[in-house]
């Protein structure tokens, strides 16, 4: 439920911005008498009158590659508090990392000391929705079944690393067909195997078969994608782009320009991913797909063996999005308890 009574500051976080601070991220530290050695810190004032609870983060402190774009929530559980940060990432340009560990330090007696009982702890996100929008078009050819297979690793992995996460498929070729937002791994791995027939008008009606078609719809089929995530609520938000072409056709004009899509990314808070395989393709826009992975990365892999590697790196990254939890008594007491948070990170890719 949402907090009442709750004082919530939005962090926007700075960069580096404190001289002490160390990690392998690479910091330098000269004249802070206190330097702990971690790859971010969040400093924190905690109160409770008994009437107010509130966990206010200090801007001005808090260091590292670290994003918290998003409210608090205050749910009380029996005799503890739980001050609940939801879709967390720690990013440094392409650079993503996941949380190793987190210790949780209260500054009593005019030090810093190691706070067990009332700690932050975190979890895989459950404000997560991931997008997978995959190229089924002639031009795979055979390699189409190691594709589909490459696919549906990369659903094991997202929900073996986070049960919580949602997930939703945009197959295309001529035209698209999308399998909603779902945490049913089965489902959308039948969904990704199987071969779709449907009707639709605009592709000339009668039956059609998606797989296999000539043409490439590369931005309307990203365009799918997008719109999935933005009636999303997830804070946490990820695409998954496969081709082995360049978009060669549309319905929309105006689509023909992948500044369209570029736009659209740009506008959310969607972290885009790009992979380039060539296959059987004549031809892949390298360029078009860098320019595409916004908050991202693009890759062109070489070999099935590559694309699994690459899949692999990027769903990591993708899902590499935490709900930070601050657990504490409901004891009152008077004034603030100043608090800062160390944590340890891992490079995801």
């Not at 690479?26 to 905690?46: K, M, S, T």
């Not at 997978?132 to 795979?140: G, Q």
């Not at 991913?273 to 916004?294: C, H, K, M, R, W």
């Amino acid at each position: 439920m949402k907090a009442k009574n709750l004082s919530i500051l939005f962090l926007a976080v700075a960069l580096y911005g404190c001289d002490c601070f160390l990690g392998f991220i690479g910091q330098e530290c000269d004249d802070c008498a206190d330097c702990p050695n971690y790859d971010a810190i969040l400093y924190a004032d905690f109160t409770n009158n008994g009437n107010t609870q509130a966990l206010i983060l200090n801007e001005t402190k808090t260091d590292g590659p670290i994003q918290i774009e998003n409210q608090v929530t205050l749910n009380p559980v029996g005799s503890r508090y739980n001050f609940v940060f939801s879709g967390v990432t720690f990013l440094e340009g392409e650079n993503v990392f996941e949380v190793n560990k987190i210790v949780s330090e209260k500054f009593e007696e005019n030090r810093w000391q190691v706070d067990s009982e009332n700690f932050l702890d975190y979890e895989p996100s459950k404000s997560l929705s991931l997008v997978l929008v995959l190229d089924v078009s002639s031009s795979l050819g055979d390699n189409l079944d190691d594709v589909k297979n490459s696919a549906r690793q990369v659903l094991n992995q997202i929900f073996k690393n986070n049960p919580n996460a949602k997930v939703a498929i945009v197959k295309f070729s001529r035209g698209n067909l999308a399998h909603a937002l779902s945490s049913n791994e089965f489902e959308l791995s039948q969904f990704i195997a199987q071969q779709q027939t449907y009707s639709d008008s605009k592709l000339g009606g009668g039956s059609y078969q998606l797989e296999n078609k000539n043409e490439t719809a590369l931005y309307e089929a990203m365009l799918k994608g997008i719109e999935i995530l933005n009636n999303s609520n997830s804070r946490g938000q990820g695409l998954i782009t496969f081709t082995d072409g360049a978009n060669n056709f549309q319905f929309d004009p105006n689509n023909d320009d992948r500044q369209v899509v570029i736009n659209a990314l740009k506008q959310s808070s969607i972290r885009s991913y790009t992979v380039g395989f060539i296959g059987n393709a004549d031809e892949v826009n390298s360029q078009a797909l860098n320019d595409l992975s916004i908050g991202g990365k693009f890759s062109k892999p070489a070999s099935i063996t590559e694309l699994n590697l690459v899949f692999t790196s990027f769903s990591n990254s993708v899902g590499a999005v935490y709900d930070l939890i601050y657990d504490t008594n409901n004891g009152p007491f008077n004034g603030s308890k100043p608090y800062r948070f160390l944590i340890d990170l891992d490079h995801v890719n």
